[in-house]
């Protein structure tokens, strides 16, 4: 075996490590409960086998926005120091919900009977809608 080849083996053993320690911190599970507060009892489907349980959450939120996302939405789910009783979700990834057809640079605010229920265009214009609209 040359150095190349060495090399080569070793860079393919690294990536595969980060990729293995990565995904032991970062997870994409459906959100099973969802509380008003989110502060510590909502929680994550988890497969662990054939096995499926739930995993207690903390919603993390950015300031001044509250929400409460239905459960069946995926989440990214943190596991500070790699310890399941530690996760926290601190995003949501939904296509059955709200706008699907902004442009970009556009921002919208919707709940589960909204599209659109506050858009902000591309140019800066306000929409406020209320009911569905697309």
């Not at 497969?47 to 950015?62: I, K, W």
């Not at 979700?89 to 009977?113: F, H, M, N, P, W």
Request: hydrophobic content about 35%.
């Amino acid at each position: 075996m040359n150095i190349h080849e060495l090399l080569r083996e070793t860079r393919e053993a690294l990536r595969q490590y980060i990729d293995q320690r990565l995904a032991a911190l970062i997870e994409f599970p459906k959100l099973s409960k969802s509380t008003s507060s989110g502060a510590s009892e909502d929680a994550v489907e988890v497969a662990d086998g054939e096995a499926t349980y739930q995993r207690t959450v903390r919603r993390v939120e950015p300031w001044g926005v509250r929400t409460r996302p239905p459960s069946g939405v995926r989440a990214a789910v943190i596991k500070a120091l790699g310890g399941s009783t530690n996760a926290m979700y601190v995003g949501i990834a939904t296509q059955r919900y709200g706008a699907s057809d902004l442009d970009t640079g556009e921002v919208c605010l919707y709940s589960l009977g909204n599209d659109k229920a506050v858009w902000v265009d591309k140019d800066g214009n306000i929409h406020l809608l209320a009911g569905t609209s697309t």
